[in-house]
């Protein structure tokens, strides 16, 4: 993996970049459509290919462990064959999952034992085997096993957290290094910095991290439910320490207006299921803010959905929401990636023409909008 | 509207044609995908218009009154408009619907009252205000109100019905006859026969409808339970019966060797909601039978789902299926649905090669084949 940076923008942390796989070049800042279980919720890879022009995916870890399984998995060749997906990949190390099943899982130092979400079947992810399955689904990237903590999390125990994230590092750079890809192209891990919201932890962490030298580098713990600005000032802190020459990965990161912060404040990959999963509930970004497509306004408005999706009407996507018609769910989520990968892209143009700070401050007003109607 | 036959296959009542309506040509024989509220369930019209390449859908007169409604279909400019459809379009008048709610509706003379499923609401359905509504939605296509019976259905019942059809047919002629189409392309009234699954009625009923000298007529109130061979030996009754010159409409019809038997024995246009519901739990049609592609068998399976559907392999679909992914429903009608195109459009290829006959052979027998992997 190579990271080349080809601009850095006046007046601004935010750059513009290029980085090259063995399964193609990314433009960065760039975001990542979540498919969860190694699919892109609803859409066919006609339009990821051909229509966003996603350049890179995520999938889950824990998800795909447990469905199609690491068999499957290993016989398919990895994710790119099983999926036909012959463009990058990340997997995240399924931390967050195991995270979320708050009553079914158990912390100790060597792992987290939980019960499927499927079948109430009990598991142990290990920093050695989360390595070994992502070696199994074959990512471009692979992220280190760490614990996100909370929101809000006491002092003690992100301190803690924290320093058994950096163990569970070292746990994982370890076995990644006594262990080869299976599908002959490189992987790539990345570690993760812990520490909450506390400034001091998040620098010990970051001064950690960095100290790896790794190839790539992420921030995670944030967007679980903090301020936003707990979460700019943290991605501040921590990009102030992480190397200027690798990109920086924000985990899980989010509104419009977070993505143009954060890119502002040096980040350059995010991913996050807002796009799909308030697509699938009616809600469409767009460059002039948020609209609920449910809503009554919308009835008898035959105008274009929005500049980026002209193929069908307000009124006619409203009718699809309103009837349960599985078309809603595909249209908005095809609509609002591709606002997302337009956002970062025209972010990437502005970096590169000198104008991102002054577009910035206006685009950060007019996505956090409600449109009415 | 206008129908060229441009060869009939030896030793078979098959025909190949070619419809013209003000939104296009269509090649017959040909299956209409059925978009019951104005959307082919999951699939975006990219699929549909350059993959699939419908030439044209259905809609449901009952669905599109209730949701969006006559309001807003008519400020729309009519389904055209609103679904940003400009290819043709047929709706069904509402009848097979209605008949369908059997314990929330009532048949006298007059109409139909009913309760709607959405809200359950009291609605009234009549020869003239079907005809208005689908004035209204504006398909190329309209069908006359006609009551469908169920299977089995005792003589004295069918025959009664079936003249009141009759007389409601005449209702609709009439009120069609001194309206004008709303947006400025001609509209066509497709007559239906009924008479369930006794000769006489059937003869009777064709007899009626082709005394109406309309430019399409339809055969109703089969598939609707009976034995194929009934299906078919009511088709042929009717057939010997209707214009020859005229495309012939076999309502709800069917499996693939439904639609080559009925091709067969002079049949030219079909719907089916089979290919997207069956589609939708996981059934798959092909060129050499069914697939349940949640089958166990298909886990490691990893050739292309189909010649005709490569981009995925078996135990891809599988997942989706297995995992509750919406994409497996969008992949299975959007298969299913080029199967049913490329069936009829292999068929027509046939008839005009003079080997339509032998080719249905054997393809009724390999479509009916159960793959179990």
Known sequence: ???????????????????????????????MPV????????????FLLNDINAEIILGNTYHLYLRPGNEVMRAAGGIHAFANWDRPVLTDSGGYQ???????????????????HVDGSKHLFTPENVMDTQRIIGADFIMAFDECTPYPCDYEYAKK????THRWLDRCVARFSETEPLYGYEQTLVPIVQGSTYPDLRRQSAEYIASKNAPANAIGGLSVGEPAEEMYSMTEEVNAILPEDKPRYLMGVGTPANILESIDR???????????????????????????????????DFSPLDRLSPEYSK???RHLFVTGEMLGAVVAS???????????????TQIL??????WKEKMVKAVSTRITG
Chains 1, 2 share one sequence.
């Open 1 to 31: 993996m190579n990271f080349t940076i080809h601009h850095k923008a006046a007046g601004s942390k935010a750059r513009a970049g290029v980085i090259e796989t063995a399964h193609g070049a990314i433009q960065t800042p760039i975001f």
């Open 35 to 46: 498919g969860t279980a190694g699919t892109v919720k609803s859409l066919h890879r006609e």
């Open 98 to 116: 195991v995270y979320s099943l708050t009553d079914a899982r158990k912390m100790k130092e060597e792992g987290v034992t939980f019960q499927s």
């Open 161 to 164: 957290s924290m320093h058994m």
């Open 266 to 300: 040096g980040i350059d990959m995010f991913d996050c299921v807002m796009p799909t999963r308030n697509g699938r509930n009616g809600m469409l970004f767009t460059e002039n803010g948020i609209i609920n497509i449910r809503n009554k306004a919308w009835a008898m």
């Open 315 to 317: 009124a006619y996507v």
């Open 334 to 348: 095809l609509h609002n990636l591709r606002f997302y990968l337009w956002l970062v892209r025209e972010a990437r």
């Open 353 to 358: 023409a000198g104008t991102f700070p002054a």
